[in-house]
């Protein structure tokens, strides 16, 4: 069954410092690999996606991700960090084997000092 | 309306009760997912529907949740006679083809007292 691990439950960073929060998959094919964002109160909202082709995905508000195979890692990343950014973060994977259903890390909470 | 919408927003109800939430998705979109969110669980998948049918049901926890799907569209999810553990944020999403990118609601939080 593939799993999702985001091993930092909570990270704090100043403004304007760059973020990379991590997440390592699980599963036996290449995968359809998402990063979510949460902010108190309000439903999840994708951030971007990584399919095929290009490793290095660009996503809303300034945020990308790498997609290495090698080790398992799907890590997002901004160069430069803004209050506002300070949310709850989910990496999530879809099988491509035929189930629909993302399973998601268990979240990395986000505060940013100003 | 360009997003998923949930009614209600907010749900308290006494232990032992039913309750029905309810999900309308993006038009046009066939997929429409529930999952949970508690804090002792993280993020679970519930149940999956393409059209009206529901090919995977695996996450509904026990015989007293249960889900329908009507017209292709709206979306409802019943948890019968309640119990204090039932207590999360519901959430639904939908998609359209072949990529899964699932769009969400923003939730209905459901309490039993």
């Known amino acids: 069954a593939q799993s999702v691990t985001q091993p930092d439950i909570h990270i704090t960073v100043s403004e304007g410092a760059s973020l990379e929060l991590r997440c390592n998959y699980s599963?036996?094919?290449?995968?359809?690999l998402f990063w979510y964002v949460q902010s108190p109160g309000q439903g999840l909202q994708l951030l971007l996606k990584?399919?095929?082709?290009?490793?290095l995905v660009q996503g809303i508000k300034g945020f990308e991700a790498e997609f290495k195979r090698s080790q398992s890692s799907f890590n997002l990343r901004k160069p430069s960090v803004h209050w506002s950014d300070a949310a709850e973060y989910f990496c999530a994977v879809v099988g491509t084997g035929g189930g629909n259903k993302l399973t998601f890390g268990t979240g990395t909470q986000l505060k940013v000092e100003l | 309306g360009a997003g998923v919408s949930q009614s209600p927003s907010n749900k308290v109800t006494e232990k032992g009760k039913d309750v029905e939430l309810r999900c309308d998705p993006i038009?046009?979109?066939?997929?429409l997912y529930w999952y949970r969110q508690s804090l002792g669980q993280g993020l679970e998948f519930l149940i999956y529907?393409?059209?009206?049918?529901?090919?995977?049901k695996s996450g509904l926890p026990s015989d007293r949740f249960s889900a329908e799907r009507t017209g292709g569209s709206v979306s409802t999810l019943t948890i019968q006679r309640t119990q204090q553990e039932d207590s999360a944020v519901y959430l639904c999403?939908?998609?359209?083809?072949?990529?899964?990118?699932?769009?969400f609601g923003p939730g209905t939080r459901l309490t039993v007292l």
């Open positions: 990584y399919f095929s082709g290009d490793t």
């Open positions: 529907f393409q059209g009206n049918s529901a090919p995977d």
């Open positions: 999403a939908s998609s359209f083809g072949r990529y899964n990118e699932q769009f």
């Open positions: 038009s046009g979109h066939t997929a």
């Open positions: 599963y036996g094919a290449t995968p359809y």
